[in-house]
């Protein structure tokens, strides 16, 4: 079968592999739609935290089942996959945290992916398609990725929140803060990110840090308060330093982006707000649940994310045309 590795940062390979043995406790599925996610373009960059190379890359998946030891699936039948293996034993998973395990294995990402013609999984990540388009299905982790994060600020009707970041996880941010209840403010310096989540989920009030004064802006819409709650989904470390001065008193700040450098802020104004800053890290399942009801109800509709399309035997030359803001690109889509 063929598969696309990325064999070192800027370089892709496509090979032949042997089709995947089933195993006890693991599933084999074929892959029909991958999401391209900002882990795979920081990875493919050589910016990415926690990876190693040569690897295949995909996590945001659709798939069928062809065969495995788990009870209820079909052969056919369409699915997506909760790509965060874990070990079930760690303080972690004990606790009912799976999704930031201590031995954690993302697939995609600290092992291969989902870049090939058919995969193996433990068959507990199967996750049933509960009646979603392949498309739909494929962008439910992003989505799951906002949900969790905006399930962990434990937003309240009314509250002002700022999302920071107008990607694929910060519209995932958008619409699980707006189903909260939130009065919802976004920030990015990309003008066409910023538009473009206006005209398709709704987002009346949005700042561009480059063209506006954002600490004026962000007073005149919350009456001088600042938004109690703060999200950010850049993974830039002067954007994520920059925000801690955008908490209001008692507020919370959620780190969802992820960079490579340390983050610094004024103790003092951290420390009289008395301020909560905490992590969000990938998705449980039942925060994929929560995301495809949402869709089935038709609570959201996350499809106008999908910009971008491409062929599996495309990606080799046409991948990197998917980084840079030139291409408004905000998430592609590969069909296999």
């Known amino acids: 079968m063929k598969v696309i590795a990325c064999q070192t940062p800027g370089s892709f390979e496509l090979i032949e592999k042997e089709l995947p043995v089933l195993e006890p406790g693991f599933s084999i599925i074929q892959i029909r739609r991958i999401g391209v996610c900002g882990t795979d373009l920081h990875a493919f960059a050589g910016n990415q935290p926690f990876f190693s190379y040569p690897r295949i890359l995909g996590h945001e998946l659709a798939a069928e089942f062809v065969e495995g030891d788990v009870v209820g699936f079909e052969k056919g039948e369409a699915l997506t996959i909760v790509p965060y293996f874990y070990c079930g034993n760690c303080i972690a998973c004990r606790n009912g945290k799976p999704n930031c395990c201590a031995a954690i294995k993302v697939f ?88 473009f989540c206006r005209n398709h989920f709704a987002v009346s009030r949005i700042i561009n840090p480059f063209q506006q004064d954002a600490m004026a802006m962000l007073k005149e819409f919350t009456s001088g308060d600042m938004p109690s709650v703060v999200i950010d989904a850049t993974g830039n470390q002067k954007a994520i330093n920059n925000a801690f001065a955008y908490m209001s008193h008692g507020g919370k700040y959620i780190l969802v982006g992820l960079q490579l450098g340390e983050i610094s802020f004024s103790h003092p104004e951290f420390h009289k707000r008395e301020a909560i800053l905490m992590s969000s890290r990938n998705a449980t399942k039942t925060d994929f649940t929560h995301v495809m009801d949402a869709i089935a109800n038709g609570q959201i509709d996350p499809l106008p994310m999908i910009t971008h399309r491409l062929l599996f035997d495309d990606v080799m030359s046409k991948f990197s045309e998917l980084s840079g803001p030139s291409n408004m690109v905000v998430k592609a889509m590969i069909d296999c």
């Open 108 to 195: 995609g990402v600290h092992i291969d992916g989902g870049m090939a013609a058919y995969v193996s999984v433990p068959s507990y990540a199967l996750v049933k398609s509960g009646g979603l388009s392949l498309d739909q299905l494929a962008l439910v982790e992003p989505l799951a990725i906002g949900a969790h994060a905006v399930s962990r600020a434990e937003i309240k009707p009314g509250e002002k929140v700022l999302v920071v970041g107008a990607g694929p996880i910060g519209i995932g941010l958008v619409l699980f803060a707006q189903m909260a209840g939130a009065e919802v403010i976004l920030m990015d310096t990309n003008e066409d990110r910023l538009q």
